[in-house]
Structure formats: C-alpha cells, structure tokens
C-alpha cells in the first residue's frame, strides 16, 4: 500500500539558510500534520492542514511556514535556521479530521551546522 | 493541560516473556488513544486506535486495553523483531484542536533470543 513520501530525507544546512521539506500524503488522504522529534525526544505537533486550509496550529516558531497545495501535498518552509532546529521532521496524513489514525513518513532529518 | 505519561522508559525482555507497558493519560475529553511502533531512524508506525473504556483491540502478538485512566500494550510471548520504541498519543476533543496528537515519551522493548 501507498504510505506517505517525504523529501529530501537528509538535508544539511548551516545557520540562517533556508529550507524546504515535501510531504506527499497517501492517496484521499485530506488532512496533513508536521511534527518535529528531537533525539530522544516525542514527536511535538507543529501544524495542520485540512483541505488546503491550516486547521490547527502547535508549537510552530515564527521563522516557520507551511502549506497544503491543490494536489493535497504539502511543504514546510523553514528560515533563519538555528541549530536548535535539527531534528527529524515527520508529516503524517489522514481521513478527514476527526479521529482516524495518521499515518507517518519516514521523516526528513536536518541537520544544522 | 493535557499530560500523557510512559511506563517503563525501557524494557528487556527475553524472548517468549511476556509483559506490558502502561500509557497514563489526562485529558479534558478523549478523541482517541492511538498507540504507535517506532523503529530507529523511521516514522511512527500505526498499531491501534482506541476510543472509548472497556475497549480492546489486538494484533498478532500485541493487544491493547484501554480505561478512562489509563492504556495498556500487551506483548505476549515476544519475537526479538518485537523490539522497538513503542509510543502513545491521545487526541482530544477540543474547539481549538482539530486532530494534533499529544504524544508520551515512550517506552523502549528490547527483546533477546
């Protein structure tokens, strides 16, 4: 079965670049979450999206902004990146909002020198 | 606020030793209680979902119980491919809150031959 698709896996940046990461969500799947885990660390919810528009929003800095487009995948735009900022960005997709199961990438780790 | 607490943070196991890992939670009104596998370096694998008290899912070797309090992940006879950070997430009803899961911070399986 089709599963979520994240790119790039890997990414390497020093501070004050910028950064992108995709997410492709399952096919249907509407709905598209962003977590952040760093080493050792739970997943932290940053942000959602439901049918293109933000639906929810966590601890997601300022320096952050993401969006869902019209083919349902969606991007995080990362900028002035700090060293605080490596860790493993997951996205993950559902059905809908309510409480159907999401499902998650195999996450994009930065690294930031 | 919402709080959802891991025991124990780790776990060895000889193989065939049965055992379980316990999820409390507080929460102002449960969506769902979703448990999660997690190999190194992956996403958060999907196992179960759980919605109301009283409730018991199961899966090959693993079987999860769930209270108004508290979840429980039962791991019968285990296979060292059962090794892995097993994580757990509510979801709560909230006007503000469209879906985010609030994750614990684990429970490390470790199983041996």
């Known amino acids: 079965a089709a599963g979520v698709i994240q790119s790039p896996r890997h990414l390497i940046k020093e501070k004050r670049e910028t950064a992108t990461l995709k997410c492709y969500p399952i096919p249907r799947h509407d709905t598209v979450y962003w977590y952040q885990q760093g080493p050792g660390q739970d997943p932290q919810f940053l942000i959602s999206f439901y049918e293109k528009m933000q639906s929810d929003k966590g601890s997601i800095p300022d320096r952050f902004s993401a969006q869902q487009f019209s083919d349902y995948h969606s991007e995080l735009n990362m900028s002035s990146l700090e060293l605080g900022d490596s860790a493993l960005y997951f996205c993950?997709?559902?059905?809908?909002?309510?409480?159907?199961?999401?499902?998650f990438g195999d996450g994009t780790r930065l690294s930031i020198l | 606020e919402d709080q959802v607490t891991q025991s124990p943070e780790a776990l060895r196991l000889q193989e065939g030793e049965s055992s379980s890992l316990n999820c409390s939670y507080t929460?102002?009104?449960?969506?769902?209680l979703f448990w999660y596998r997690q190999d190194p370096g992956k996403g958060p694998e999907f196992l179960f979902t759980l919605y109301s008290a009283g409730e018991e899912k199961e899966k090959e070797r693993l079987k999860a119980t769930l209270t108004k309090k508290e979840s429980f992940l039962h791991i019968t006879a285990p296979k060292p491919e059962d090794s892995a950070t097993y994580l757990c997430a509510v979801q709560a009803w909230a006007t503000d809150s469209w879906g985010k899961l609030q994750f614990g911070a684990g429970t490390q399986v470790v199983v041996t031959p």
């Open positions: 993950a997709s559902s059905l809908g909002q309510g409480n159907q199961p999401q499902h």
């Open positions: 929460v102002s009104g449960l969506r769902g």
